[in-house]
C-alpha cells in the first residue's frame, strides 16, 4: 500500500500546461465576476451570471491552491510551491474583493426573495445569497478593503506561512539523534515512560531555538485580527467569528457552562490515571497520552486499514467502500518525515469529489482513531457532493460533526467487542481523547481569549505567554495535572493559534465532539434507519445556521440540557474507567 498521496489529479507539476493556463485563466475569471454587475439585464440575470463565474473561481482557486498548499504540507521548503502561493493569494485579494462587490450589489435588490423563486439555479443556493444579504453591513469600506487585503498578505497571511515553516523543518534533539518535531511528540503514545518523559523534556527544551519567531507570529496574527474585526464593524473578534460560525454566544455560552460543571469530572479520570502510572500528584503532561491497562493495541497501516473497514462498515457498508477506495487511490499521506507538517487535516476539492489527508501515523489506537477522524471529514465532503460551491461553506463547529461521529463509532464498536483484558486501555484510550477534546480545548479557549484582549495593550512577550498558557491549563485541568509538569509551549505547537482567517479555531473541537455524540445517541435509538438521516444533515451544514442544521434532528444547541446530556455519556466512561482501575 503507497503511504504518501498522489496529486496528479490535479496537476503533473508546478510545470504542467494545465496548472500554467488555470493560472492565466484565474484574472480573467476574477474580471469577469467584477463586471457582472454592470450593463443591460435584468438582476436575475445578473445574479445567475455571478454565480456561474463563482463557480468557476471556487474550482481554480481550489486546484491552484491545493495543489501549493498540499506540496508544502509534505515538503516545506519546495520553492516552487512557496513562489505560485504567493502569487495565488495576491489573486485571491482579487476575488475577495470581487466577492465584496457581488456582496454590495445583492444587498441593494429589495426583491431579492422574489429573484431566488424565478431561478432554479438562484434557488439552488438561495441561502447563500440571503447571507450575502445579511452580512453586508460588515464589509469593509471599499476604500480600505484593497488595501487592507493587501497588506494581509505580509502580514497574518506571512506570519501563518512562516510558523508552519519553523514547524515542519525544526529538528529535536533527543537522545542523541535529531529528530521533527511531530516524531517527537508521536512518543508521548509510547508505551516505555523513560521514552515518554524524555521526549517531552527534548521538546520543551527544543522550542528555545523558534519561541521568538513563534511569539512574534502569533501576536501579529491576533492584532491583525482585532484590526480586522473593527474595521468589519464587529465589537470583538470573538463576535466576529461567531458570525462566520453562523453560532450565537447563547450556544457558545451554554456550552461553556455545561463543560465546567463537568471537569471535576475529568479531574477524577486524570488523577485516576495518574495512580495507575505510579503518580501521587496528579498527570505529568507527559504521560496524558500513556497507554494503560494490560496491554495496548498496536496497528502497521495495513491492520489500521483493514480495521477501519471492519467497525466502520458496521454503520454502513458505503462507509467503508468509501474508507477503501482512499486507501488504495492514494489519498492519504501517512508518515512523520523532515519536512512535514505535524499533525492531521483533510481537504476536499470539491467538484472533483475527491479529498485528500494528512496524517503521521506511528501505530497507536489512538493513530488509527485520527484516520478514522479524518476519513469523517472525506465522507461530510462526500455527502456535500454535486452541491453548487457557495452551498458547501461549512462553519467551524459542524465541520467537525463527522470527524467526531466517525471516532466516536470506532469506539463503540471497538469496546462492544474487545476482550475484558483490553476494555481498561480502549475506555482510556477513549477518554483522552475526549479530555483534550473538552479541557484541553477549553484551555486553549481561554489561552486564545486572553491574548485577543491582551493585544489590545501591547505585545506578549514569550514569559507572558508561557505564563497564559500554564494558568489556562491550571484553571480547567486543575488537579487533574502535576503542576510540576505542565506544558508552557503549547501555544507554539499548535497550527490553529496561527491561522490569519480563522480565530478560536478551538470551540468548534468541543462542539463537534458533543454534537457528534447527540448525533451518535440518536443513532444507537433508531439504528439503521437514522443512516440517511445522518448523512442528509452532514449534507444540510452549509445551508443554514447551526441552530436550524441542529434542530433538523432534534437538537437545541442553546439548551445546557443538551449539552450535560452528551457530557454524561462521556462521564459514564469515566465512572467505568475508575471502577476498573480502582479494582486492579
Not at 471556487?58 to 508544502?72: Q, S, V, W
Not at 471492519?310 to 486507501?327: C, I, L, Q, S, Y
Request: hydrophobic share 40%; net charge negative; charged share 25%.
Amino acid at each position: 500500500m503507497e503511504r504518501t498521496w498522489d496529486l496528479s489529479f490535479l496537476y503533473k507539476s508546478f510545470d504542467d500546461p494545465a496548472f500554467l493556463q488555470d493560472l492565466k485563466a484565474l484574472p480573467e475569471d476574477v474580471r469577469r465576476l467584477s463586471s457582472a454587475t454592470e450593463g443591460e439585464g435584468s438582476d436575475v440575470e445578473k445574479l445567475e451570471t455571478m454565480v456561474s463565474i463563482s463557480e468557476d473561481i471556487t474550482r481554480r482557486m481550489e486546484h491552484l491552491g491545493g495543489f501549493c498548499y498540499f506540496t508544502l504540507s509534505v515538503d516545506a521548503e519546495n520553492a516552487q510551491a512557496m513562489r505560485y502561493l504567493n502569487q495565488i493569494q495576491v489573486l485571491g485579494n482579487d476575488v475577495s474583493l470581487a466577492m465584496s462587490e457581488v456582496q454590495r450589489f445583492v444587498q441593494k435588490i429589495g426583491n431579492l426573495e422574489e429573484c431566488i423563486a424565478a431561478s432554479p439555479l438562484l434557488a439552488s443556493c438561495g441561502f447563500a445569497l440571503r447571507e450575502m444579504k445579511e452580512q453586508a453591513c460588515h464589509l469593509m469600506d471599499p476604500a480600505i478593503e484593497k488595501w487592507m487585503l493587501k497588506m494581509q498578505l505580509s502580514g497574518g497571511q506571512s506570519f501563518s506561512r512562516l510558523r508552519d515553516q519553523l514547524d515542519a523543518t525544526h529538528l529535536v534533539e533527543y537522545r542523541g539523534e535529531k529528530l521533527p518535531l511531530s516524531a517527537v511528540r508521536g512518543k508521548a503514545y509510547d508505551a516505555d515512560a523513560g521514552v515518554r518523559r524524555d521526549a517531552y523534556e527534548a521538546e520543551l527544551a527544543s522550542y528555545k531555538a523558534i519561541e521568538l519567531p513563534m511569539s512574534y507570529c502569533l501576536n501579529s496574527i491576533k492584532m491583525e485580527a482585532r484590526t480586522l474585526a473593527e474595521a468589519r464593524g464587529y465589537s470583538s473578534v470573538l463576535d466576529m467569528t461567531l458570525s462566520q460560525s453562523r453560532m450565537d454566544r447563547e450556544c457558545l455560552d451554554a456550552m461553556w457552562s455545561a463543560i465546567e460543571e463537568s471537569l471535576p469530572a475529568f479531574r477524577r479520570y486524570l488523577r485516576k490515571k495518574g495512580e495507575l502510572l505510579g503518580h501521587s500528584n496528579g498527570l505529568p503532561f507527559y504521560d496524558l497520552f500513556a497507554p494503560v491497562g494490560n496491554g495496548s493495541l498496536h496497528f502497521t497501516l495495513e491492520e489500521a486499514h483493514q480495521k477501519l473497514l471492519e467497525e466502520m462498515g458496521k454503520f454502513t457498508p458505503d462507509m467503508a467502500a468509501f474508507m477503501d477506495h482512499a486507501f488504495l487511490n492514494r489519498w492519504i499521506d501517512v508518515d512523520p518525515r523532515p519536512g512535514k507538517s505535524g499533525g492531521a487535516f483533510c481537504a476536499g476539492i470539491h467538484d472533483m469529489d475527491r479529498s485528500l489527508i494528512l496524517t503521521n501515523f506511528q501505530g497507536s489506537f489512538s493513530d488509527v482513531s485520527t484516520l478514522a477522524h479524518e476519513l469523517g471529514h472525506a465522507w461530510h465532503n462526500r455527502c456535500m457532493a454535486g452541491l453548487p460551491a457557495l452551498m458547501t461553506q461549512t462553519p467551524m463547529p459542524l465541520a467537525e460533526t463527522a470527524s467526531i461521529f466517525n471516532e466516536t463509532v470506532l469506539s463503540h464498536q471497538v469496546l462492544s467487542s474487545c476482550p475484558e483484558s483490553l476494555e481498561l486501555n480502549l475506555l482510556e484510550s477513549g477518554l483522552m481523547e475526549c479530555t483534550q477534546t473538552v479541557v484541553d480545548i477549553y484551555s486553549r479557549f481561554l489561552f486564545e481569549r486572553e491574548v485577543v484582549d491582551t493585544r489590545a495593550d501591547h505585545a506578549m512577550s514569550v514569559d507572558e505567554l508561557k505564563d497564559c498558557m500554564i494558568r489556562a491549563q491550571k484553571q480547567t485541568y486543575g488537579n487533574g495535572l502535576d503542576p510540576d509538569f505542565m506544558h508552557p509551549y503549547m501555544w507554539a505547537c499548535k497550527s490553529h493559534y496561527y491561522s490569519s482567517d480563522l480565530n478560536f479555531y478551538n470551540f468548534p473541537y468541543a462542539f463537534g465532539l458533543l454534537f457528534g455524540k447527540g448525533v451518535f445517541a440518536r443513532y444507537l435509538a433508531e439504528g439503521a434507519g437514522f443512516v440517511p438521516v445522518y448523512c442528509q444533515l452532514l449534507r444540510s451544514c452549509g445551508s443554514d445556521t447551526i441552530t436550524n442544521v441542529a434542530a433538523s434532528v432534534g437538537i437545541d444547541v442553546r439548551s445546557r440540557d443538551f449539552w450535560r446530556s452528551s457530557l454524561r455519556v462521556i462521564e459514564k466512561d469515566i465512572d467505568r474507567f475508575c471502577d476498573l482501575a480502582s479494582a486492579r
